[in-house]
């Protein structure tokens, strides 16, 4: 099992920016990547950002050049900071891993809400 605890949520302004932490534990080697995921008011799910174990990169098109993600291996930590925010990133943000073994999005967090006000 792997535990997922994010950080970092809160209330911003249009503009602003804020950092996401999310650190796991447990079965960290089972990890093959690690991701950020959102969910905005009254819609689906949605991809923002992963990071694999080698530091390869992807990011959804409505966050590239706002969002960098980055980790911390020492500290099995990612990391998501968020610039230049505006209204429509407001949305429950959830820090998720995939697995070597299944190769999909099998742990989750609680959830940190990011609100941005215009």
């Known amino acids: 099992q792997v535990r997922l605890v994010e950080s970092g949520g809160g209330l911003v302004q249009a503009g602003e920016s804020l950092r996401l932490s999310c650190t796991a534990s447990?079965?960290?080697?089972?990890?093959?990547?690690m991701g950020w995921y959102r969910q905005p008011p009254g819609k689906q799910r949605e991809f923002v950002a992963h990071i694999t174990t080698t530091g390869s990169t992807v990011y959804a098109d409505s966050v590239k050049d706002r969002f960098t993600i980055s980790r911390d291996n020492a500290k099995n930590t990612v990391n998501l900071e968020m610039n230049s925010l505006k209204p429509e990133d407001t949305a429950v943000y959830y820090c998720?891993?995939?697995?070597?073994?299944?190769?999909?999005?099998?742990?989750w967090g609680q959830g940190t809400q990011v609100t941005v006000s215009s």
């Open positions: 447990g079965r960290i080697y089972s990890i093959a990547a």
């Open positions: 998720a891993a995939l697995t070597r073994d299944t190769r999909k999005w099998d742990y």
